[in-house]
């Protein structure tokens, strides 16, 4: 069992651009959240995937948006990308989404923005 | 909202020697509380929830509603425990967290 995996592990993009990252869940977990790691602070929710529906979502802005696909990956998508967005973005993986599961979480993508 | 408090951001400690690591949390709900960890070069992964009331690798946490915390405790730390540590409070029934700033443990051989 791979657990969950995620795509890539270090990205760098300029301010303005924009970025997908990808994560795909662990085997058998149907739900797909998605959290933000600044250096020094610890994850901060951004929002939650079930049923290809977000679900719930943490005060992010709108530029950050999702997608949750039929075989249960996800990616996260972040417009018009500012040097706050540099951060550690995790993916975690669950079953269900009415709590009582564990999230199991990647490694986490590394994105810096210049 | 939901709120979790980690006062101290690096503690040392001397191998044997008895670890805590404070959580105090702040929600007006039914809480779901856990305690996370990721050693070096590691993935985040869960060392323990209330729920469970188990001991894991020696660590024990007992949830206090009246004091709203979640403290984390081992009586004698390994070497091995050195990671960084998040307390984490979910609502119950939704898995959706709150982490703390996390602590940084180093036990000294």
């Not at chain 1, 967005?85 to 009582?100: F, P, T």
């Not at chain 2, 305690?35 to 949830?63: C, N």
């Amino acid at each position: 069992d791979a657990g969950v995996t995620q795509s890539p592990t270090h990205l760098i993009k300029t301010r303005g651009q924009q970025v997908t990252l990808r994560c795909s869940p662990k085997s058998g977990h149907d739900t797909v959240s998605w959290y933000q790691q600044a250096l020094g602070q610890g994850p901060q929710f951004i929002f939650q995937y079930y049923e290809e529906e977000e679900r719930q979502r943490g005060n992010f802005p709108d530029r950050f948006s999702g997608h949750q696909f039929p075989n249960y990956s996800s990616e996260l998508n972040v417009n018009a990308l500012l040097l706050g967005d540099s951060a550690l973005y995790l993916c975690a993986s669950s079953l269900g989404n009415a709590g009582g599961s564990p999230l199991h979480f990647g490694n986490g993508t590394r994105l810096t923005v210049t | 909202a939901q709120r979790v408090t980690q006062p101290e951001k690096l503690l040392s400690v001397f191998k044997g020697a008895p670890v805590e690591l404070k959580c105090n949390y702040s929600y007006s709900g039914s809480p779901e509380l856990f305690w996370y960890v990721q050693y070096s070069r590691q993935r985040l992964q869960l060392l323990l929830r209330h729920i469970s009331r188990e001991s894991i690798k020696g660590f024990t946490a007992d949830l206090n509603k009246g004091e709203t915390s979640f403290h984390l405790k081992k009586p004698f730390a390994q070497e091995e425990d050195s990671a960084m540590y998040y307390c984490a409070l979910g609502a119950y029934g939704n898995n959706r967290l709150a982490f703390g700033k996390g602590n940084q443990v180093v036990v000294i051989p």
